[in-house]
């Protein structure tokens, strides 16, 4: 395979500020922002010869990509990522840099004289990175290969095609999609518009996953009431809103949290909270790959506050549970030839594939169930939601070669 330009991409994506905002979930974009990088994404695609390039109102970016002589009467190809990083971690002005590795401790940085650092013993895939250029931060915000190493692998595709025109692909549509780290992801996409028969997300972690299980999906804000009053003389009156919510999250069995689960086991994540004495609010997601015991999990949360409004003799804590996704299996099992094909594109390009579920969700969950069955790619980070970060340039330039045996099998 040749070389790509990959790397040059992704390092002046990463610094397009694009963080989604869940305070604002109710408009889409959440943040104006990611405009920015759709308008530069829409340019350089219209730059490489592809077709009917366009930004919607919503920040979607699509694009149809011609097929390779003989490929014309292919079903259309959709290749995706996002554009939004995550709120999880500081995310705004992003300084990648290239860290030659020799072992021990990754240090991305250093700030306020104490070394930003990872190593073998919390990431062991470290242990065979040894002697490779690394990208990662300065240690101060996340990288943004979640998802912007998606972007940048695909958007080098596409340079790699528009310069070697007999390289064989289908029609391909390619989408970057807004939102996706707050659960809107791909749900304004016109799949008419878009015209693809099936798509790969490229969203995925260390190079090699590929993915068609996920979670199911909700959030859950739990509101706590309580009634203040002067602590002097508060006896048998006050009621703490934050005492509420530590008796309501004591309820939920700690062994079902996101540090002590892992392959198939689902969880409660307490995303945040904030409160006084007269109020308090606490977010959650919920998931499980089980679709019994995820809706088991969500009982169990609302029959946590119908607990607490029994001991304090009315109704004091409040579920609102906002469903997000669903685990696509339930889609992308009837279309087994898209995992072999991506199997194959893998070891063809010189990487052993992994399937495993994800241990999260992609804008492939959405899109299965909408009709259009995705599974997920690798992109070949590490560590994302944040400051650590990173991702090998070996990955960046070997998910190119993959992409590009992945089209050709579609041909």
Not at 18 to 41: G, K, R, W, Y
Not at 102 to 110: A, I, N
Not at 333 to 341: G, H, M, Q, S, T
């Amino acid at each position: 395979m040749s070389t790509s330009d990959v790397l040059e991409r992704f390092l002046r994506y990463v610094q397009v500020d694009t963080q989604s905002a869940d305070e604002h979930c109710d408009q889409v974009p959440s943040t104006a922002i990611q405009f920015d990088l759709a308008n530069m994404l829409a340019d350089e695609l219209r730059a490489l010869g592809a077709q009917n390039v366009t930004v919607t109102e919503h920040a979607y970016v699509t694009a149809h990509i011609p097929a390779s002589t003989g490929a014309e009467g292919k079903p259309r190809l959709g290749l995706i990522s996002h554009l939004d990083t995550t709120e999880q971690a500081p995310g705004f002005g992003v300084k990648p840099h290239v860290v030659s590795y020799t072992g021990g401790d990754l240090v991305c940085g250093v700030v306020d004289g104490t070394p930003v650092a990872i190593g073998p013993e919390k990431v062991p895939a470290l242990r065979d990175l040894e002697n490779e250029d690394i990208v990662c931060t300065d240690g101060t915000t996340l990288l943004g290969a979640d998802d912007k190493a998606g972007i940048a692998e695909i958007m080098a595709l596409v340079a790699r095609l528009a310069q070697n025109p007999e390289l064989p692909h289908p029609p391909l549509g390619i989408c970057f999609c807004p939102d996706e780290e707050i659960g809107h992801g791909a749900e304004l996409l016109d799949l008419d518009s878009y015209g693809c028969t099936y798509a790969y997300t490229v969203d995925g972690g260390p190079i090699g996953e590929l993915e068609w299980e996920c979670f199911n999906a909700a959030e859950a804000v739990v509101s706590f009431q309580g009634f203040s009053i002067h602590p002097g003389d508060s006896k048998n009156r006050m009621v703490n809103a934050g005492e509420l919510f530590h008796r309501f999250h004591g309820l939920l069995p700690a062994v079902q949290r996101p540090e002590y689960t892992e392959g198939y086991e689902g969880f409660y994540y307490l995303e945040g909270v904030s409160a006084t004495v007269e109020h308090a609010t606490a977010r959650y997601i919920i998931r499980d790959h089980d679709g019994r015991k995820f809706q088991d999990k969500i009982d169990l949360l609302l029959k946590a506050a119908e607990f607490v409004n029994a001991e304090q003799g009315c109704e004091r804590v409040h579920v609102e549970i906002k469903q997000q996704y669903r685990n696509m299996a339930e889609v992308v099992a009837e279309y087994p030839e898209l995992i072999d094909l991506a199997k194959e594109s893998f070891s063809a390009a010189g990487v052993e594939p992994h399937v495993i579920p994800i241990r999260g969700g992609t804008d492939g969950a959405q899109l299965s169930f909408r009709g259009l069955p995705c599974p997920n790619l690798s992109t070949g980070a590490y560590c994302c939601h944040g400051v650590n970060e990173f991702i090998p340039v070996a990955s960046l330039e070997k998910m190119v070669d993959v992409l590009q045996e992945l089209v050709a099998r579609f041909a």
